[in-house]
């Protein structure tokens, strides 16, 4: 159920660490099975989004979940939904905004906002010539300089967003899912998808059973709550739960951690990942 960990071998009751051919003949044993092929009440708790995601009532797309038995086809679904709710929700009134490329021909962009002067301070583009784009800017949006780029596809920025001048977020998080005050400290990476071109599918162990999550692309699923140090990378796959904390410099492997626990490499012992609880009643507080 929990994610890999690698035992050291000056530990004296640690167990011997197997070889690759070990692993990859125990994972053929294993029994594969697809979750998006389970009900509900046959997924493992930890793989519902339940399980990471307690406030889930209060959240503004509630929908996105509403018939989800599984966090991964959450992510099957987002962009349909957000498709759909941009359609709902943004109106089609707008305005021709100015494009900064006047030496070549370049493709239109529209603009939708309450005040059309907030765009005034950042430079758009659209190299599309065939192509309307949109540049949706929401109530509250604050542009206070930099470059959208709307050549591959159109851009919202939600209530109250702040685009700083020269902004540059060195970090990533595809196909992720974030919880209700999770966080991501300076520099996280969570890698999407796996080393080797050949894998179709991303599989993730639980019980013993190989679940087969059907996407080639599952970044980290980050509970409430939760947050990731600075620098840490995780592996595709990556399922953290509620009010589990991962210190700077981790290096995770794919796997289910929490909830409730500490994750951090011990720097002397090569491999090695720490886990323990998190002690006090404030630990599981909603």
Known sequence: MQGSITRSETDPKSEPVPTATEQSSERRQRRRVNVNCLALADVPTVLRPSFYFRHLQDFKH??????????FSVLDSLHGYVEQWLQSNVPDIGIQAKTSVKTCKVGEVT???PDPSVANACTILNYDTTTTRRLCLDAGVRILGG????????????KNVVVEPNVCIKGYCGDSLCGYKSHFANQVSTANLALFASTKSLFVTVNDVEYDTGRRKVGVVLGDFSQLGCNVAT???????VHTSVYPLTRVNKGVYGP???????????????????????????
């Open 62 to 71: 509630y929908d996105l979940f509403q018939n989800a038995t599984n966090v």
């Open 111 to 113: 603009l939708t906002c």
């Open 147 to 158: 470059i959208l780029d709307v050549t591959d596809g159109s851009i919202f920025l939600g």
């Open 235 to 241: 592996d595709p796959c990556t399922l953290v739960g």
């Open 260 to 286: 409730n626990e500490i994750v951090k490499n011990k720097p002397l012992e090569h491999g090695v990942i720490e886990r323990a609880k998190v002690r006090g009643a404030d630990a599981t507080t909603e």
